[in-house]
């Protein structure tokens, strides 16, 4: 099982504040920090400062020595895949290769208008998200000369120079909640699936599903990571874990009590001490998970990101009959 933690800037979280998170994250043993692309604060008020996801990854990566670096999930009515591609390969050399792409139809509707992004159907952004992948793997991946052709992107003749430092190419992941058309994606086009908000027995069927897509086109299903994005709040104690629990539940203005949250959040989210936390966890990897990515919603909280770093570091799976 590998861990990766998830950090929301555009809860007005400023450049200093994702370095020093950044550096405590690889301080506590994370493979990889995850950061959200968004253009708009929330949860809470909608006016608090945001950043560009890719800048500040870029400059992430030369403040940071080990740990990977990546977003989940950049939508993709943000940017052309031509210019991502190449912002991803650039980074990828400043990183000497440590760095990992999600790709995501986008949801917030509000932040597209607010900046003029064109925010289609979800079918056509799903058609957006498809070809987007086919380009991006393509610059990257095939020889100079390959042609792409389809509804929204067409590449003639490529010529990528600056290709990425990782070969074939860096990790591009598919961010869903389980829906077919994402699964038939990444078994296509991915090298990792991400569910979000997916508890373990849904998981399951998901990565059930995800065999079954990667086997009617030939392809090894353990050649695609399967993973899960979780909501975490972890204490030393149960007195520990009900405080920020009540942080949480505050961040989210949510109207309820911690009974309330646990029945609507329980099967989604990581919510205890680092026993309970780590028993959850077993059921994920019990129903198929390679990798959890902890969710934090409290980035001022730094001695948290410390905790769930030893919760991973001590976490294995159960061992086998007679192993």
């Not at 990183?95 to 992004?117: M, N, P």
């Not at 056509?124 to 792409?148: H, I, K, M, N």
């Not at 949480?248 to 919510?271: K, N």
């Amino acid at each position: 099982m590998r861990f990766a933690l998830m950090i929301e800037p555009q809860q007005g979280i400023s450049w200093r504040q994702q370095v020093i998170l950044a550096q405590r994250a690889e301080g506590a043993g994370f493979d990889t920090l995850f950061r959200s692309d968004h253009y708009e604060s929330f949860p809470g008020p909608s006016g608090r400062e945001t950043s560009d996801g890719w800048a500040v990854i870029a400059g992430l990566v030369r403040e940071t020595g080990t740990i990977r670096h990546g977003t989940l999930v950049s939508p993709v009515t943000f940017r052309h895949p031509g210019n991502l591609a190449k912002v991803v390969a650039t980074i990828d050399h400043m990183s000497d290769g440590r760095v990992e792409l999600g790709l995501g139809a986008g949801w917030h509707a509000d932040e597209h208008r607010r900046h003029g992004f064109a925010f289609p159907d979800l079918a056509t952004r799903l058609d957006l998200l498809e070809e987007q992948l086919e380009v991006v793997s393509g610059l990257w991946a095939r020889p100079a000369g390959w042609s792409f052709r389809g509804h929204h992107y067409t590449v003639e003749d490529a010529l990528f120079v600056l290709p990425p430092v990782q070969r074939p190419r860096p990790p591009l992941i598919v961010g869903t909640r389980g829906a077919a058309r994402g699964v038939r994606m990444a078994a296509r086009l991915a090298d990792e699936l991400n569910l979000y908000y997916c508890g373990a027995e849904a998981a399951r069927r998901v990565f059930q599903m995800l065999d079954a897509e990667c086997a009617a086109i030939g392809r090894d299903p353990r050649s695609v990571t399967r993973s899960v994005l979780l909501g975490t709040v972890v204490g030393e104690d149960r007195a520990a874990t009900d405080a920020r629990l009540t942080s949480i539940r505050a961040t989210f203005e949510y109207p309820g009590g911690a009974a309330e949250w646990a029945a609507e959040h329980g099967d989604v989210w990581l919510v205890g001490t680092p026993d309970e936390v780590a028993g959850r966890i077993r059921q994920f990897a019990d129903a198929g998970a390679d990798r959890v990515v902890f969710q934090d919603f409290l980035p001022d909280d730094l001695g948290m990101i410390s905790l769930l770093g030893t919760v991973a570091g001590s976490w294995s799976p159960r061992p086998s009959p007679g192993g």
